[in-house]
């Protein structure tokens, strides 16, 4: 078996473990341990040194990248009680100055993806387009993990163009890749919003995003309030904070409100999960166009 296949195996069968864990914990309590994405990170980073050391022997490049990997991991996993702005300053220099010169060579570029998918997936996460902390962090370790498409005894069915330090593999790279297959799995859930909503109240702009439910019973259940009492009227608002849910339920029932629009928390590690494993084994649908 060729080197890439072996790390192929490996990675794809010590992520797929880690991911059927978290799943199972977000589906039950919609939390997952950081330790799931810890052994993520730290696995992906010493199999990438190990893969880039062998492909083009050591260089004094990837303790660089590998250090600023590892900050990357301290910075979402632990709380620093010192200036961000010089933390941040070192992380950047760690990857820029190695990469620099070396942006012409596929390896150096392979490793451009994981800053750059870092700054995605945190900028995501404070805009609210990933809501949860456990979500952001596993796409973020998925980007250590697999900064190359991963391919192994003949998958995924659908090749690389090129192979896996093609053009579009490294624009189109696999986490985003798969953050875009597990949004396209939501579909279902939000063609079951609009039927749902159609059945019982008729056609409306918000038809897609959720359904309505007794306060009392939203209450007890894991669904996120789309509505609030602001200036004493009903507002459609976006996912609410959970420590602010109560708050919300306090007003709609006080201006005299029995229900309420609601949209389910939606486990989306089980979503990631899944469109990893279709990735890994069928390959990018993407890659079909090119």
Known sequence: MEIEGIFGTF????????LVSASIRDWKDREVPDVHWIVLGIIGLVMFVSYSVYMTEFR?????????TAMILLDIFLDREFNPLVYYALMALLFIVPLYHNMSDDIFIAWASVPLCYLIYLGMYLFGIVRGGADAKCLITLSIMFPLY?????LPLIGLPDGIFSPFSQIFVCSISILFLAAILT???ILYFAVRNARES???????FGYR???SKAEDSDVWPLEDIIEGNLTPIRAPKEEDMSNIYARLREAGHDDVLVT???PFIVLIMAATAVLNLAGNPLFLIV
Do not use: H, K, N, Q
């Open 11 to 18: 990675a794809f069968v010590i992520t797929m473990v880690i």
């Open 60 to 68: 004094w490049e990837y303790v660089c990248l590998a250090a600023g």
């Open 150 to 154: 991963p391919s192994f005894f003949g």
């Open 187 to 189: 579909i279902p859930i």
């Open 202 to 208: 008729g056609l409306s702009r918000r038809m897609f």
């Open 213 to 215: 439910m007794d306060i």
């Open 264 to 266: 389910p928390m939606i």
